[in-house]
């Protein structure tokens, strides 16, 4: 796996997405394919072998409306294509995303918003040395989500 620029052919597959329920809230399906390939927005593609498996996302596209935020860690967010989950690639996906991220960003910390209800990403997540801080409820949807955080060494 390694992580890539975003292009114009990755974001239009990533805008089709869609996701078996519950985790259909992360389908991407009507989003605006601009959002992905404006480098303001900090997406990048996450391929194997030359395909196109998930996306990262770095900086406040990482964030979740009704959250609180500071700048003391950098937010990274992203996600497998769906028919890619559940199959035990969300570790190497999330840590090829973490290592490009303290590569190019070199931050102090990295903090992602993970669904309340997505265990499978939280457990992950927290054998990647995140850790939980804090739940919130979105501002968009009133769904329940955690914010973990990992400092860099």
Known sequence: MEIVDMTDEYAA???T????????CYDL?????GLFTDPRNGYV?????????GYRVFGPDGRVPGGEYDESALDTGGGLRPELT????GKHAIATGLEYGAARFRPAAFRVTVAGFNIRAQRVLQGLGFVPNRTFTATTDGRS???LTR???
Request: charged share 25%; no cysteine.
């Open 13 to 15: 597959d990533i805008v």
């Open 29 to 33: 399906v009507g989003s605006d394919a």
């Open 17 to 24: 997405w869609r996701y078996p329920a519950p985790y259909d």
């Open 145 to 147: 989500f955690v914010i």
């Open 86 to 89: 559940g199959r035990g690639l």
């Open 151 to 153: 400092r860099q060494p």
């Open 45 to 53: 593609a996450l391929v194997d072998k030359g395909d196109l498996i």
